[in-house]
């Protein structure tokens, strides 16, 4: 099956491929017009309510072209600082743009209570049917930035069920078997064995 994923983030999109291929599923970036879409994102409270709207203005987008009969995936996520009253969350990449991850450790500076966990809902829409799944990666922020991989807050993300290292420190399928995304991804894959479908 090809999958379009809905989003503009490349790392996003390179870890679906690595779940999804060897499941012999292609998975590509949508594009639109030579555009990667652009979404209206809702005043939410929730991850959930954010995919949802990403995946029916993704919908309407593909109506009337090549891709209208697509498997389309979003996928909405973010990271949940415990001490911070679970900011940013929803708001997670915007802080990422304006504070960056300096800022987010200043927050903490000299804060022993250090936990947080990445969250991510995932909606596929299969033409005649929609799944939904869910994944969480508990664990905390670290002191200092450490490793350049993964994306976003990676650098100072410690899971939980790791050996230390931030997520930036790990390859791509270290982070993958662990992560919020590669949870969420493997519940629509095997959506039987998700709890949280
Ligand atoms: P979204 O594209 O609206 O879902 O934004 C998610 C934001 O949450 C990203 O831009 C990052 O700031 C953060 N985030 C979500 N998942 C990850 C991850 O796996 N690693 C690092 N940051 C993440």
Not at 15 to 44: C, I, T
Not at 77 to 91: D, K
Not at 94 to 100: C, P, Q, T
Not at 133 to 143: D, K, L, P, Q
Request: aromatic share 6%; proline share 5%; glycine share 14%.
């Amino acid at each position: 099956m090809e999958i379009l994923f809905a989003t503009g983030n490349e790392h996003k999109v390179a870890e679906a491929a690595a779940l999804f291929e060897p499941l012999g599923h292609n998975v590509k970036a949508l594009v639109v017009d030579g555009e990667s879409p652009e979404f209206v994102e809702p005043q939410a409270n929730g991850l959930e309510e954010v995919a949802r709207a990403k995946i029916e203005q993704a919908r309407s987008m593909v109506i009337g072209t090549p891709l209208a009969d697509s498997a389309i995936l979003v996928e909405d996520s973010g990271l949940f600082i415990h001490a911070l009253g679970g900011f940013p969350g929803v708001y997670s990449s915007y802080v990422e743009r304006s504070l960056g991850l300096g800022g987010v450790l200043r927050l903490l500076d000299g804060s022993d209570y250090r936990g947080a966990e990445y969250r991510a809902v995932a909606i596929i829409d299969l033409g005649d049917r929609t799944l939904r799944a869910s994944g969480v990666c508990r664990g905390g922020i670290a002191e200092e930035r450490r490793g350049d991989g993964g994306f976003g807050y990676d650098p100072i993300f410690i899971p939980e069920e790791g050996d230390g290292r931030t997520f930036g420190q790990m390859s791509a399928d270290e982070k993958s078997a662990l992560s919020h995304r590669g949870r969420a991804l493997k519940g629509l894959s095997e959506p039987h064995k998700s709890p949280s479908k």
